[in-house]
């Protein structure tokens, strides 16, 4: 069995590690402590499935050299001895982004038979959500059978897609029969409770037969693929693997269909970087290259949240930060990430006054018990994606609530070179506004994957003042910072809802739908009519960006709106006027 050299496995390096996955996962025990089982994205190189036979674990290859592994959370220490091994990363938990405006976009322009008449059809809208009431006529043909392709519900138990493991799918032919059954979820039981995705996916492909073509989506006679993330019994969690399992199989099945793709995964968090440096960012940079693909992610709802904190410290200096706990919560973190060379400790004050005491860097993983809570302080180290470092801090109730208040963390600097760091709290559907820092910072609050280097991150604003909307997620204010490549309508979106008819919905999550819709009718132009064949991906985006609207009292590109307004005619003018300029070798077919 090729192993790294024994004094590597038997060091102190290694039983860190160890130590460190096995209190880290203490995260998920939240969920159910009676667990053993976890689940790791690896990077690797060699044979995976070699090795996963060896720990008796269970591997998923779901791009090139990334996977996703199922094992006993005692034998993590021992996956990572493998030199197979590159990088590993437990998944972290993601949450949907909240539960006239096509004429604002440009959209109905584009639409008609008298502009470029595109409605999406033969173009394949994937749908990575809460799930999609199937039985909503928006989503049906004229003659009442399904435009939907497939449904993977990843909460339940039957037969799951061909080279997964859990879920039951569920094709046209069943989604139909169910429509026709007089108990159709008896048939196809997969069901959206929350509505989010049926939201979601009537703005940006539905076809507005409830409302005699009133209230139309974008790409109106687009295919779709549904899949409702969680995991086994859990609709209420969504995690990074979930993600990237739908990732794959969407466009695997747009391969198979022969078909391009837009996909919409209206999903964030705060816990990471922000700089698109994790596993599970960097394989949705690379999967985003594979096949004819678009995916639209939103920036988030954090911008007014308060959850960002950005400072500065010196040597030898003391720094508190405060922030409220909101009453009720039983957990929250805190992801401070710094510069490896700058060295401080960390200590949290409650709002009782009891503290954990100071934890400094000696301690690598610190596990400190209070009568109510249990708090785990964890500090990172430089990965060969990222050479910043984190401190991680989670606090988890033991038999009541937390006691909310005031909580201060206390950084103490020994030596600092650098001095500046970031902090963040959990999202709003994590801890509710009524947990914040008492000075924020507005921008670095785009949520991850939005984050991640080739996604089209999607801002939100009010299209009927033109503001941005102070929920919508900022970038950062520096050159090199990660910001929004454009916003779409985000407040008050009349759009589908689960049992039938319509409901206003508001956040970016409803303006990302915009863009996936808006990228279908430029595929098909492109991609189905011959005029574009290698519009997808990258050129989508930039043609976006190229074709928004942009005020002349504004510099551009900006941390809130990026490159501007969504404007779908402008967009599809600029590709006729490059069609026309080139020297393509298509254009000669």
Not at 216 to 223: F, I, R, T
Not at 257 to 286: A, V
Request: proline share 4%; charged share 20%; glycine share 8%.
């Amino acid at each position: 069995m090729p192993k790294k050299s024994n004094h590597i496995a038997n060091s102190l390096q290694y039983d860190l590690f160890a130590k460190e996955m096995s209190e880290k996962v203490s995260l998920f025990d939240m969920i159910d402590p009676c667990i053993n089982e976890i689940e790791v994205i690896a990077k690797f190189n060699g044979d995976i499935m070699k090795i996963a036979r060896e720990l008796d674990a269970e591997a998923e290859v779901i791009y090139e050299n990334y996977a996703i592994i199922t094992i006993d959370k005692s034998k993590l220490g021992r996956l990572n001895s493998y030199t197979e091994i590159e990088h590993l990363e437990l998944p972290k938990n993601l949450y949907v982004k909240g539960p006239h405006n096509l004429t604002s976009s440009c959209i109905t322009s584009v639409q008609r038979s008298t502009g470029f008449n595109l409605s999406g059809k033969d173009v394949i809208v994937a749908i990575i959500d809460s799930g999609i009431d199937y039985m909503h006529p928006d989503f049906q043909n004229n003659d009442g059978t399904s435009r939907i392709l497939f449904i993977w519900d990843q909460t339940l138990t039957g037969t799951p897609p061909s080279g997964f493991y859990s879920g039951a799918e569920y094709n046209n032919e069943q989604i139909n029969n169910a429509i026709e059954s007089p108990n159709p979820y008896q048939v196809v039981p997969s069901m959206d409770t929350n509505g989010h995705g049926t939201a979601v996916a009537g703005i940006a492909a539905g076809n507005g037969r409830s409302s005699d073509g009133v209230n139309l989506g974008v790409a109106p006679q687009a295919d779709i693929i549904a899949v409702k993330v969680g995991y086994k019994g859990y609709e209420s969690f969504a995690r990074s693997t979930e993600l990237m399992r739908a990732l794959k199989y969407v466009i695997d099945q747009a391969k198979k269909f022969l078909k391009p793709i837009c996909i919409n995964m209206s999903f964030g968090m705060n816990n990471g970087s922000h700089k698109g440096d994790s596993l599970f960012e960097t394989f949705i940079s690379e999967i985003s290259a594979e096949w004819k693909t678009s995916i639209a992610v939103p920036t988030g709802n954090e911008g007014a949240a308060g959850h960002h904190y950005s400072g500065k410290i010196d040597t030898n200096q003391v720094k508190e930060i405060e922030f409220f706990t909101a009453p009720g919560i039983d957990s929250y973190y805190l992801s401070l990430w710094k510069n490896f060379a700058d060295s401080f400790d960390v200590e949290l004050i409650f709002a009782d006054g009891s503290s954990t005491g100071v934890i400094g860097i000696e301690n690598q993983t610190k596990t400190v018990r209070r009568p109510n809570a249990v708090v785990n302080v964890f500090y990172g180290q430089p990965t060969h994606y990222s050479g910043a470092q984190e401190i991680f801090v989670v606090v988890n109730s033991i038999n009541a609530p937390l006691k909310a208040g005031i909580t201060k963390l206390r950084l103490i600097s020994q030596t600092i070179v650098d001095g500046h760091f970031d902090i963040w709290l959990p999202t709003l559907e994590e801890v509710t506004d009524q947990t914040f820092f008492t000075e924020p910072s507005i921008y670095n609050t785009l949520t991850i994957p939005s984050t991640a280097a080739k996604v089209i991150r999607v801002a939100g604003y009010n299209d009927r003042v033109g503001n941005i909307a102070v929920f919508s997620g900022r970038g950062g204010l520096m050159s090199d910072q990660i910001i929004p490549d454009l916003a779409a309508p985000a407040v008050d979106i009349l759009t589908t809802k689960t049992g039938g008819g319509y409901d206003t919905f508001t956040g970016t999550s409803v303006a990302a739908p915009f863009v996936t819709g808006s990228a279908a009718l430029m595929m098909e132009w492109g991609i189905v009519n011959n005029n574009d064949p290698f519009l997808y991906g990258e050129r989508v985006r930039a043609f976006l960006r190229l074709g928004a609207t942009r005020r002349t009292d504004v510099i551009y590109p900006n941390s809130s709106f990026g490159y501007g307004t969504l404007c779908l005619e402008n967009t599809m003018n600029y590709l006729v006027e490059y069609r026309l300029g080139a020297d393509y070798f298509w254009l000669q077919i």
